[in-house]
């Protein structure tokens, strides 16, 4: 049963009122449904300060505030290479609910917004924080204790076909991902440069797939190339079994989507 | 547990009532307020039936905590009409045998209404994108998708 709702004005006030007992409430799209099933913790902790909101271009990159909704990303112009990554996010309405700060603690089988932000290598700002943003990998290791989020900086990539998102699921237009698959793969004079290829649906969390990224580094994003990635697609992973599929059949179809979406980023 | 007090707009008229620590906006609404029209279906933000708009978006009430509306204004389906005229959304609904068990319908509605209001003329593609949040089991959806079309033409010629 919940308490209290304490409502604060800054992210670093929010921060230190959080403790065993509390949880934090962004778009309440997570949170709520343990509130309403009555297993969640004594206190809920909220944060109204604007700049949670905001959207800002910086330098190569665009820096987006933890409070930014699914619905913002689809139509602003400045995160325009997100937009399809968003619109896979839910239905309309979660959508207009649904912040970029709680998708990178949204457990399976949600958080594909987080898939595609750790394939474009994007970093954390976190309350209080002074000092450069941190790598999204380390928060996303243990986010039962990771800090309040303020805001995601992302690379933006240099061309927009150098980036893309994939995501299976059983429910068009709108059901939770079997899988989900983003790939980052800058291109220099035709060879893939630090490729980043990131899956979700595989693991406990988001995951780079660090053997894909070493198949890909180097080459042309040719046939051969493309089905060497997507035999090593699963390696590694030791992907869930759930009411949306079992492990093997995770493990047996990853190397199929990473294919189909590989196919389409070599189209162009 | 101390009660906050939340002061709002509800279908243009201020409403004010008491939100209990952690309560979602539907149950407000339904309880506190006496609006009926939003519905309890799944508690868990994926059926649709307890659809709402806030500040004009579509929101899912029981997902959203009852204070987080105060000074805002939330519309529901109980605002539609305006006193005995139906909104032409509710006449197409009737006319299109859009509304079997009935039991989503005031969430269809505050969606299709929320999609004419920033596209007056949308294409079949834009409706069953803008009710996907929405789950009917009965109709099978195309009487409520041609419903949501048939008003959009007609409010379009009005």
């Known amino acids: 049963m919940i308490q209290s709702v304490e409502t604060h004005a800054t992210m670093a006030d929010a921060q230190r009122a959080m403790a065993a007992d509390a949880i934090f409430m962004a778009g309440g799209t997570l949170v709520m449904r343990d509130v309403n099933a009555g297993v969640t913790a004594k206190r809920i902790v909220r944060c109204t300060d604007p700049a949670l909101s905001d959207i800002r271009l910086t330098g190569d990159g665009v820096t987006i505030g933890a409070g930014v909704t699914m619905a913002t990303i689809v139509s602003h112009r400045d995160v325009a290479f997100l937009a399809p990554v968003a619109r896979m996010v839910g239905g309309p309405q979660i959508r207009n609910m649904a912040t970029v700060g709680g998708n990178l603690f949204a457990a399976h089988p949600y958080g594909d917004f987080a898939v595609a932000l750790l394939a474009l290598g994007a970093r954390v700002t976190v309350a209080g924080q002074t000092g450069a943003a941190r790598p999204l990998p380390d928060m996303l290791r243990d986010r039962s204790r990771a800090p309040l989020i303020v805001s995601v900086t992302v690379p933006r990539p240099q061309a927009p076909a150098d980036f893309a998102f994939l995501k299976v699921s059983r429910i068009k237009p709108k059901g939770v991902s079997v899988l989900s698959i983003a790939a980052h793969l800058p291109r220099q004079g035709g060879r893939i440069r630090g490729a980043r290829v990131a899956f979700g649906g595989m693991g406990p969390m988001p995951l780079q797939a660090s053997a894909v990224e070493r198949v890909l580094d180097g080459q042309s994003l040719d046939a051969a190339t493309i089905a060497r990635a997507a035999q090593v697609a699963a390696e590694g992973f030791d992907p869930p079994t759930d009411g949306l599929a079992s492990a093997w059949y995770r493990r047996e179809v990853a190397g199929v989507h990473l294919k189909r979406l590989l196919e389409r980023m070599g189209r162009g | ?158």
Do not use: W
């Open chain 2, 1 to 158: 547990m101390a009660k906050t007090p939340v002061v709002f707009i509800l279908n243009g008229n201020e409403r004010a009532s008491f939100a209990e620590p952690g309560q979602n906006l539907l149950e407000f609404l339904r309880r506190g307020v006496g609006d009926l029209s939003p519905k309890y279906g799944c508690g868990q933000g994926t059926c649709g039936s307890c659809t709402v708009t806030i500040d004009g978006q579509t929101h899912l009430a029981c997902l959203t905590l009852a204070e987080s509306v105060a000074g805002r204004r939330v519309e529901t389906a109980a605002g539609l009409a305006t006193g005995a005229t139906l909104h032409p959304l509710q006449d197409a609904f009737m006319e299109s045998f859009a509304a079997q068990c009935g039991y989503c319908t005031p969430g269809m509605l505050v969606s299709a209404k929320a999609l004419l209001d920033r596209n007056p003329s949308p294409t079949r593609e834009d409706v069953v994108e803008a009710i996907s949040g929405n789950i009917c089991r009965c109709t099978g959806y195309e009487p409520i998708i041609e419903a949501v079309l048939a008003a959009s033409k007609r409010r379009v010629r009005a």
